[in-house]
């Protein structure tokens, strides 16, 4: 152990081979199409000037960046609507795949379902980190928040119940599942690339989580391709008509605002379904103690009051607190909690009921 | 269009769906048997005192960084070593994958071939981002530049016969497939994540490029697990023994100097095969008006001047230049250029030659 400044360093080396679970050799192979990646949208800037190739200063140089970087695989006799993940606040592509505990994620449980999947990480972050603003990143110590934040406990407590595995390998894993912001998060940007995204590729569901989830409703009013969004547990941005907004909602992790839009532009989010989905272990009021977990509460709440409004003008939404219909013990993560295999057939009957997976 | 200080921003926005390359759909499909993603390596900071889940401050939280991040699929009836691959400067797994004009790259060739296919992002860069340093990141255009020292070409020119293809599309994605380290790229860090890789799933071959090429050589003396190393354009770090190194060899790029080691780690590569692939438009002689491309001179020459010296103490070092064995006009990068089958048929052969496809 080294000491670097006040913080205590540890390095981690593995140095014994560790055998992958044994669970997911069990199962039959993927047979896959085509898979493969490519960056979408983005910006390009342009110094003025000539390029010099001996000097080979900036001048008339280019800079390409702010696009979406997407990994896609498209199974054998797939379905037509491919789904397309999108990851939450601090995450990646990775949020999707092997679990932190090492069972299959939403891709490869998707995937075995014969769905197209793509994996995208939003401008300015993980893969597609070339972003054209400046950016400063510290090592800030924060993840005993995010353990909280993320419902598995308050730290350094597990929730009695959780679908979450508690050996340190598990947290290792989760912890490095996170990716830092390469500038400010963008919602023109975000949105316009993952409108690209549509474009390209045609008709598809959007799958958001967490802070995705604002940006979703965002990307479906800018591009109709957006056949249908599965949310969970979307955060702040939730769209309501100039008039119909309600009062912000409490909680002792804040305010949470809703978002005034455009009633034309609202209107749009009407015309496709759209499914919500939040797990266990959210305050039934005001909790000043566990203020992580308290944001949740708010956040629940202000998408019952969206869904009423949506629905009131012919939309189709439908809030699904986990809890309620007997699945308990889910994190902010339920695609990949212990039980995500149950979470994975709830969409799966969703899909099949809105004619989604033909 | 936008003004953005003195740069010129233009927005790339696909708006009509682009069918993907008919090319990859006549390909059987890729029967994996299992595919997924984890952390590895890295360290851990903490910072003193004790967590407050009310207050959510520094006081007693972790971080977790400096880890690599792999994604692997293993296909079925896969050959005893896997395939790692470690991108190069400026890159990240991208490099393995669908190549800037839209076909397939190493990483689908090589899991057709039926080799377990690892894709490695090397500490602080890409979906690897949580670095324990701290990172200052501008958008400053180099693309240009990259153009000239990946010998594309002398911008805006291509070379005669270079094999790349000369659309913008293809220019777009090229570009789209850099992203910035979050952090200073550190010779400890990236190969102790490497290390801890081949400790996590064992023997296996190691496939660098460029900068990756100096790291593949540390890394090979930390695990023995690293069986053989196929290089890509190994740029600096070729490691000699003391009072074997030859003098720097100049270039318009700077001086390029040889590593010093100590003997008994130097001997650790005379234990393993190695082979050094090398691509066309290198100078031959010192060219003041193509830095870009003259580095690859000093580089090539370091590689040859090694490999004899390795050999001399009895290693397995080949050094294939390939427009000397009549495959012309490849990049800095073959193993995407147009003509990367014939590129991926060499390793194989090599592979073969040397037992490590069995």
């Known amino acids: 152990?080294?000491?670097?400044?006040?913080?205590?360093?540890?390095?981690?080396?593995?140095?014994?081979?560790?055998?992958?679970?044994?669970?997911?050799?069990?199962?039959?192979?993927?047979?896959?199409?085509?898979?493969?990646?490519?960056?979408?949208?983005?910006?390009?800037?342009?110094?003025?000037?000539?390029?010099?190739?001996?000097?080979?200063?900036?001048?008339?140089?280019?800079?390409?960046?702010?696009?979406?970087?997407?990994?896609?695989?498209?199974?054998?006799?797939?379905?037509?609507?491919?789904?397309?993940?999108?990851?939450?606040?601090?995450?990646?592509?990775?949020?999707?795949?092997?679990?932190?505990d090492g069972r299959e994620g939403f891709q490869n449980i998707f995937l075995r379902r014969q769905f197209s999947v793509y994996l995208m990480d939003q401008p300015r972050r993980g893969n597609a980190g070339r972003s054209t603003v400046e950016a400063t990143i510290k090592p800030v110590p924060d993840e005993q928040s995010w353990f909280g934040t993320f419902r598995v406990g308050i730290w350094p407590n597990y929730f009695p119940g959780v679908q979450f595995s508690k050996d340190s390998a598990t947290l290792n894993q989760y912890f490095r599942s996170m990716t830092p912001s390469l500038g400010a998060i963008d919602p023109t940007v975000v949105t316009d690339a993952t409108a690209a995204l549509a474009g390209k590729i045609g008709d598809l569901v959007l799958v958001t989580h967490s802070h995705s989830g604002g940006f979703g409703w965002i990307t479906a009013m800018k591009n109709t391709h957006i056949r249908a969004i599965a949310s969970y547990e979307p955060g702040s941005g939730f769209p309501f008509p100039a008039g119909e907004a309600p009062a912000?909602?409490?909680?002792?992790?804040?305010?949470?605002?809703?978002?005034?839009?455009?009633?034309?532009?609202?209107?749009?989010?009407?015309?496709?379904?759209?499914?919500?989905?939040?797990?266990?272990?959210?305050?039934?009021?005001?909790?000043?103690?566990?203020?992580?977990?308290?944001?949740?509460?708010?956040?629940?709440?202000?998408?019952?009051?969206?869904?009423?409004?949506?629905?009131?003008?012919?939309?189709?939404?439908?809030?699904?607190?986990?809890?309620?219909?007997?699945?308990?013990?889910?994190?902010?993560?339920?695609?990949?909690?212990?039980?995500?295999?149950?979470?994975?057939?709830?969409?799966?009957?969703?899909?099949?009921s809105k004619g989604l997976d033909k």
């Open 248 to 352: 912000p909602i409490a909680s002792s992790a804040g305010p949470l605002e809703p978002t005034v839009v455009a009633k034309e532009e609202f209107l749009k989010l009407t015309k496709i379904p759209i499914i919500i989905y939040y797990g266990d272990n959210i305050p039934t009021q005001l909790d000043p103690n566990n203020p992580g977990a308290d944001g949740w509460r708010a956040r629940l709440a202000m998408a019952k009051l969206w869904a009423d409004v949506v629905n009131k003008h012919g939309g189709d939404v439908t809030v699904v607190h986990l809890p309620e219909i007997g699945v308990k013990g889910n994190t902010h993560f339920p695609f990949s909690d212990l039980n995500n295999i149950e979470i994975a057939d709830l969409l799966s009957k969703w899909l099949k």
């Open 1 to 100: 152990m080294k000491i670097l400044g006040i913080l205590l360093v540890t390095t981690c080396l593995v140095t014994t081979t560790i055998t992958l679970p044994a669970q997911t050799k069990k199962q039959a192979p993927l047979m896959i199409e085509e898979q493969g990646s490519f960056a979408v949208g983005g910006s390009v800037i342009t110094a003025p000037g000539v390029y010099d190739p001996v000097k080979r200063g900036v001048d008339g140089q280019t800079f390409h960046g702010d696009h979406a970087y997407v990994f896609y695989q498209i199974p054998v006799k797939a379905r037509k609507l491919p789904l397309v993940f999108w990851h939450g606040i601090g995450q990646f592509s990775k949020t999707w795949e092997t679990t932190p």
